[in-house]
């Protein structure tokens, strides 16, 4: 927790209600989200009990597994989770856009949309990410056959969860994780998890403070868990005899009572999801509110070109994604995600005056007023004259600095600025930065216009770069060294996924 998220949620409690930490809106909001609430059966590893999904907030879809321990019927509520998902994803395939790669050299198509699956929290995409590990590899054919379209349907999923995994990825998002992103409130993180809770702090209503609302929203008959685990007070005294009932209808062949135990049965699972669609939806409405940051297109379109090469992957009849990845893919999966935090922490800082604050406040910024501006002087101690125009900025914020470092700022990306002299004043607690800008400035010996920053400007300049990173250099699969493993066994023909790839301690 940042000093400014503690400072922003002491003020929560002081002003009974969750207070504002960023200006902007830091991921996108699909205009056609689909939401999915998944529940799961209690003392039983992801086994599905029910859920509700959809895209319209009127009229989702519910699904109900009566006995979750029934192998069938787990799979059956698969194939019925994949009548929703699926065209759901097919939905974002019809229109293209070319784009430009290998500098201009080359064109690519990707989808103009993706697909958006919201869930309640992190447990919700866990659940996804188990889920899809289980349905992947399932056979249709031979022992324990499965509709054709769940293996499909394990596919995506685990596409989707491994997607959850990037930072600034928006293709499987946490309304609570969403949520916290963008408000403190007066509760612990933990207590954050909880969406009922989390939302009403936010957007506390009928004239109560949010700790009021958050007690209120911790009943859980009122409010029940938002999933995937269930409340023990429903499942002992609700679900255990509508289950039971619904045992003892099936087993007596009366097709009207197991009829009727079952209309039971899916009116109490519907009981305990139904108010957290309320939420989620809710929730998807206060983030639309706000406005989106200016790189968050970008991080979109990301999603859209993952999400456009999958598509081609699986259409082109791709494997699906082994159990463990080797050592190699490993690794450069690791890097990948360390690149796109770091990546995705700087844009952020960019986009956000509010998240700059923080590296203001660590000294890895500092915010000031240009006093001095020289645009057209030229370096001539090299072999060709340049232009390398000086600024002084003068700043109240703690400046730490070196001289030679090389700062850049939000307003202006595609410039450098190194930093010549550091000149604290200690009576004024001012603090002269004079700084020597490289970069955008055109192409000759005299300043673009507007290149420079003149005199009474106000900027912001950090080490942080948003600039490109040069991805590391790893052995081919081939190359894996024997301390790792040696070479994996590729899902190649003849060496296609097998049953025992199916086989979990869990299953």
Same mark, same amino acid.
């Given at each position: ?44 590893? %992801?086994?599905? =009990? ?65 697909? #958006?699956?919201?869930?309640? %929290? ?37 596409? =989707? ?206 915010? &000031?007023?240009?006093? =001095? ?22 700043? &109240? ?17 595609? #410039? ?28 000759? =010996? ?9 005199? &009474? ?14 991805? &590391? ?35």
């Amino acid at each position: 927790m940042s000093t400014l998220t503690a400072l922003a949620r002491a003020e929560a409690v002081a002003a009974g209600h969750a207070q504002r930490i960023t200006t902007v809106r830091h991921l996108h909001v699909s205009d056609r989200p689909l939401v999915f609430l998944p529940l799961s059966m209690a003392g039983e590893a %992801n086994a599905p =009990l029910g859920a509700l999904v959809g895209t319209d907030p009127v009229e989702p879809k519910l699904l109900v597994v009566p006995q979750p321990r029934n192998r069938d019927q787990r799979f059956g509520f698969a194939a019925e989770l994949a009548e929703v998902l699926l065209p759901y994803l097919d939905s974002f395939r019809g229109v293209t856009e070319a784009v430009a790669a290998n500098r201009g050299r080359e064109v690519r198509y990707r989808y103009v949309d993706a697909p #958006q699956v919201l869930v309640p %929290n992190s447990a919700g995409i866990g659940f996804v990410r188990l889920f899809g590990r289980s349905t992947r590899f399932r056979r249709t054919d031979g022992d324990y056959p499965v509709h054709p379209s769940v293996p499909l349907l394990g596919q995506w999923l685990t596409f =989707l969860a491994d997607r959850a995994e990037h930072p600034g990825s928006g293709m499987l998002l946490a309304m609570t994780e969403a949520l916290g992103l963008h408000w403190a409130t007066g509760q612990s993180a933990l207590e954050d998890a909880h969406l009922a809770a989390l939302l009403a702090w936010i957007d506390p209503g009928d004239g109560l403070t949010g700790a009021d609302a958050a007690v209120v929203a911790e009943d859980p008959l009122r409010w029940p868990p938002a999933g995937p685990a269930t409340d023990p007070t429903f499942d002992n005294e609700i679900l255990a005899p509508a289950m039971t009932a619904y045992e003892e209808a099936a087993a007596s062949g009366e097709e009207v009572r197991r009829s009727r135990a079952r209309g039971v049965l899916e009116e109490a699972v519907r009981s305990q999801l139904t108010p957290t669609w309320e939420l989620m939806w809710r929730g998807v409405s206060l983030l639309r509110r706000l406005p989106a940051g200016a790189r968050v297109d970008g991080r979109w379109a990301e999603d859209r070109d993952v999400f456009s090469n999958f598509t081609l992957y699986v259409d082109g009849g791709g494997y699906p994604q082994p159990r463990r990845d080797g050592a190699v893919n490993a690794a450069q999966r690791l890097h990948r995600l360390e690149r796109a935090l770091q990546s995705y922490a700087v844009q952020r800082a960019y986009d956000d005056p509010l998240v700059m604050a923080d590296h203001r406040l660590t000294g890895e910024a500092f915010v &000031g007023e240009v006093t =001095l501006a020289d645009p057209h002087r030229i370096d001539d101690s090299g072999k060709r004259r340049v232009l390398r125009p000086r600024i002084q900025v003068t700043t &109240g914020d703690v400046v730490l600095v070196t001289v030679g470092a090389v700062l850049h700022s939000p307003s202006r990306p595609g #410039q450098k600025a190194r930093v010549v002299f550091v000149t604290p004043d200690l009576s004024t607690g001012q603090t002269d930065v004079v700084l020597e800008l490289s970069g955008g400035l055109g192409r000759s =010996l005299s300043p673009a216009p507007g290149s420079v920053p003149e005199v &009474g400007d106000r900027l912001c300049y950090t080490t942080l770069s948003d600039s490109f990173m040069p991805p &590391g250099e790893f052995p081919s699969r081939e190359e894996t060294p024997w301390t790792h493993g040696g070479p994996p066994q590729a899902y190649e023909e003849p060496v296609a996924p097998s049953v025992e790839d199916a086989r979990e301690e869990w299953a």
